[in-house]
C-alpha cells in the first residue's frame, strides 16, 4: 500500500472534518444491516492506510490524526443498525478506546504496529461475521436474525493477542534503557575541573556495566543454550489461536483434554480444545503451516486445494465460530457431531 504524499495532508484533514460532520449528523437515524458492513469496510481500509503511514517518517502528525478521526466518524460510539423493522443497538466504544490508546503511544512502534493489527483483525472478522449475516440463513425468522445480529455485534472476542509477541521486546528495550543510563552524558569540562576524579567515575561505571553484563551472561546462557539444543532436536513452543502449546505436546494430548472439558460440562471449551487439536495434527502432517498471527479463516483457506478436507474442515470451523463466539451455547449432540467430523477430517484421503 503506497504512502500519502505531504500535500496531500491538508485535503485529507478538510475530507476528515467534513466526514465527521456527516457522520455526527447520520448518527442521528439508524443505519441498514448494508450500510454497517460497508462502515465496518471503510474503517478497516482507513486503519491499514494507518499501518503504512507509520511506515514513513513523512507520513505524521496531520494524516495519522486526519485518520483517526475518521475511523472514529466511520463506526461512531453508539449506533443503531435497522434490521427489517426492527432496530439493534450496536455499541463500537472498544473501537475507540483502542483509538485513545493508540494516540498515547509514542516512539514505541513495536507496541504501535502490534495494536494495529489488533484492531485490523477485530473489524475482519467483525466484516466476515456480517456478511455471513447479510448473506441470510434459510429459514431463519427476524427475530432469530435480530438475535443473532445483536449477539455479533456485541461480542469482542475475534482477537484477544494483540501485543504477546512484543513482550521479549519490551524487555530488551528496558534492559538497554537502563544500560544507557549507566553512562553519564559527556559535558563540557570547564577550566579547573578535577579530570582525573572524573576518570575515576567513569571508570567505575564501565567496570559496574562488565559486572552486569558477565552476570547476565552466567544467569541466562546456559538457559538459551539448553533452549537451542531443544530446538535443534524437537519442536518449539507454539502459540495456536491465542493457546500456548508446549513443545511436547500432541494433538492426541489437546484431544484427551477436550473429552476431559466435554464430560465436565464444558462444551464450548471442548470443542475449541478440539479445533486447535485438529490444526495441530494437520501442522504435524505438513498440511498447514502453524503461527501465531493466523486466525482460523487462514487456517481454512490453507486447504481451500484439498476439496475433501477444505469442506470436513469448513463444518468444523462453522461450529467453532459459533460455539466458541457464544452465537449458540452448544449442547451434547453438538459436541459429538464435533467429534465425528474431527474423525472424519483425519480420514481424508491423501492427507
Request: hydrophobic share 40%.
Amino acid at each position: 500500500m503506497s504512502a500519502i504524499p505531504k500535500s496531500g495532508r491538508k485535503p485529507a484533514i478538510a475530507v476528515a472534518a467534513v466526514f465527521v460532520f456527516v457522520s455526527w449528523v447520520a448518527g442521528a437515524r439508524a443505519v441498514t444491516l448494508d450500510d454497517y458492513r460497508h462502515q465496518v469496510s471503510r474503517a478497516r481500509a482507513s486503519i491499514q492506510e494507518l499501518q503504512a503511514a507509520y511506515e514513513y517518517p513523512s507520513q505524521r502528525e496531520q494524516f495519522i490524526a486526519a485518520t483517526i478521526a475518521l475511523v472514529r466518524a466511520e463506526l461512531p460510539e453508539q449506533e443503531t443498525v435497522l434490521l427489517g423493522r426492527q432496530t439493534v443497538a450496536v455499541d463500537n466504544t472498544w473501537l475507540h478506546k483502542a483509538l485513545d490508546q493508540l494516540e498515547k503511544i509514542k516512539g514505541d512502534n513495536a507496541r504501535r504496529t502490534g495494536l494495529l493489527a489488533h484492531i485490523d483483525e477485530r473489524l475482519r472478522a467483525l466484516g466476515e461475521r456480517l456478511d455471513e449475516m447479510q448473506d441470510g440463513k434459510p429459514g431463519a425468522g427476524k427475530d432469530d436474525d435480530k438475535a443473532r445480529l445483536a449477539e455479533i455485534l456485541r461480542r469482542s472476542e475475534y482477537n484477544k493477542q494483540a501485543e504477546e509477541g512484543s513482550a521479549l521486546n519490551r524487555l530488551l528495550n528496558r534492559f538497554l534503557r537502563w544500560l544507557n543510563s549507566l553512562f553519564p552524558r559527556a559535558k563540557p569540562l570547564q577550566p579547573g575541573n578535577a579530570t582525573a576524579l572524573s576518570s575515576v567515575a567513569q571508570a567505575i561505571v564501565i567496570g559496574v556495566s562488565l559486572a552486569a553484563i558477565v552476570f547476565l551472561i552466567w544467569k541466562f546462557a546456559p538457559r538459551y543454550l539448553r533452549n537451542r539444543r531443544k530446538k535443534k532436536t524437537g519442536r518449539e513452543t507454539r502459540i495456536v489461536l491465542g493457546e500456548r502449546l508446549e513443545p511436547d505436546q500432541t494433538s492426541a494430548d489437546l484431544l484427551a483434554q477436550a473429552e476431559l472439558l466435554a464430560r465436565s460440562g464444558d462444551l464450548r471449551a471442548a470443542i475449541r480444545k478440539a479445533y486447535i487439536a485438529l490444526l495441530c495434527e494437520l501442522g504435524d502432517r505438513k498440511v498447514i503451516s502453524l503461527a501465531q498471527h493466523k486466525t482460523n479463516r487462514d487456517y481454512l483457506r490453507a486447504v481451500r486445494d484439498r476439496p475433501s478436507l477444505f469442506s470436513s474442515m469448513r463444518g468444523l470451523t462453522n461450529s467453532f465460530e459459533i460455539h466458541w463466539y457464544g452465537f449458540v451455547p452448544p449442547g451434547e449432540d453438538d459436541w459429538k457431531e464435533f467429534r465425528n467430523g474431527y474423525q472424519h477430517a483425519l480420514k481424508t484421503p491423501n492427507l
